[in-house]
């Protein structure tokens, strides 16, 4: 079975750009994290979708970083511009039902803004 | 907020010694607590999984405890290896559906 899958697994980008990030889950998985994690930090939240619906973006910084999951399967997570402090690896997870199950994580896409 | 602490930060052992990872949260109401593993430049790997009503689980050399009344978790590495070595890290999910990370333990295992 394949796991979660993001790409590009590396970008660098300069300040004021747009970059986007992708992330397909594993297949038949109904729910969908994108996480931010800082060097030497655990994984912070920034949005949780259940299917198609975004059920927790309380913590995405919304005047720049927008995300959406078309037809509740894979998920795309764009800032627009980029600033140097977004520099970090960009997390996505997925699980089979909601808070109570394991989370399977993808590698990362790690983002260097210069 | 849900606060989750990883003590200690790092940590150094020799192979074949048993160890003890600490996490701790602020707030025990609590839907589980997750135990996951992270290589240097990788994703999560999930270890072990304990729901709320859950006071332990064990799987292979690794057994996680959980004590939501105190507001601590343990997971225990017995017997280990070299290829233990990584960052260890708790998460907790909170009513409302919120989840929560540690800062990880850094675990490394001497031949």
């Known amino acids: 079975e394949a796991g979660v899958v993001q790409s590009p697994r590396y970008k660098i980008i300069e300040k004021k750009q747009p970059v986007a990030f992708w992330c397909n889950p594993i297949?038949?998985?109904?729910?969908l994290y994108w996480y931010l994690q800082n060097l030497g930090q655990g994984p912070e939240l920034l949005i949780r979708?259940?299917?198609?619906?975004?059920?927790?973006d309380s913590q995405l910084p919304k005047d720049r970083f927008s995300a959406e999951r078309l037809k509740g399967v894979d998920s795309t997570l764009k800032i627009q511009p980029a600033e140097l402090g977004d520099s970090a690896v960009y997390l996505c997870?997925?699980?089979?039902?909601?808070?109570?199950?394991?989370?399977?994580f993808g590698p990362g896409t790690r983002l260097t803004v210069l | 907020k849900q606060e989750v602490t990883q003590i200690p930060a790092a940590l150094s052992v020799p192979e074949g010694e048993n160890l003890v990872l600490n996490c701790s949260f602020t707030?025990?109401?609590?839907?589980?607590l997750q135990w996951f593993r992270q290589d240097p430049g990788k994703g999560l790997t999930s270890l072990l999984l304990?729901?709320?009503?859950?006071r332990e689980q064990t799987s292979g050399r690794l057994n996680a405890s959980l004590d939501k009344s105190s507001g601590r978790s343990t997971l225990y590495i017995a017997a280990s290896q070299p290829g233990d070595s990584a960052t260890y890290l708790c998460?907790?999910?909170?009513?409302?559906?919120?989840?929560?990370f540690g800062t990880g333990t850094s675990l490394t295992v001497i031949p």
């Open positions: 997870a997925s699980s089979a039902l909601s808070v109570s199950d394991t989370q399977y």
């Open positions: 297949s038949g998985h109904n729910t």
């Open positions: 979708y259940e299917n198609e619906e975004a059920v927790d």
């Open positions: 707030d025990s109401a609590i839907y589980n």
């Open positions: 304990i729901q709320s009503s859950q």
């Open positions: 998460a907790v999910s909170s009513t409302g559906n919120q989840f929560y």
